[in-house]
């Protein structure tokens, strides 16, 4: 059976489909492994924001209505910071765990600027 002409790259590219589905992939391609630790930082950040809504119940000190409009009182220092996000972000405060000494010292004075925790997790975030 003679395929017309102008059918010929539709007909290549269902072949091509039936074949092997992926592409094949180099190890170590810097795009690939940027997407992939993107990912993983964004999936931490869910994982967070789960434990956080679970802690949040009766936080005094604490406004909103959710772990992602929640906003931490101004004028903590830094240890105060620190403790407030152990006590009722514990989610969040897992994931600053992680973070180094310079890299905490950034977050906070993040916080210092904007109080709103879902800005503190995307500032600890770009950190990871």
């Not at 059976?1 to 592409?23: D, E, K, Q, V």
């Not at 802690?55 to 909103?64: E, F, K, L, R, S």
């Not at 969040?92 to 503190?120: C, F, P």
């Amino acid at each position: 059976m003679r395929i017309p002409w102008m059918l010929r790259p539709a007909a290549a590219c269902f072949c091509l489909s039936l074949g092997n589905p992926t592409l094949p992939v180099q190890a170590g391609d810097p795009y690939l492994d940027m997407l992939e630790e993107e990912a993983q930082v964004l999936e931490l950040m869910k994982s967070a924001e789960r434990l956080d809504a679970s802690a949040q119940a009766n936080v005094p000190g604490i406004t909103g209505q959710n772990a992602t409009r929640a906003v931490l009182d101004a004028g903590m220092s830094h240890e105060q910071f620190g403790a407030a996000l152990k006590t009722y972000f514990v989610g969040t405060y897992m994931l600053y765990g992680k973070l180094s000494e310079e890299q905490r010292d950034a977050v906070y004075t993040h916080y210092q600027r904007d109080g709103q925790i879902m800005e503190i997790r995307r500032a600890i975030a770009e950190h990871l």
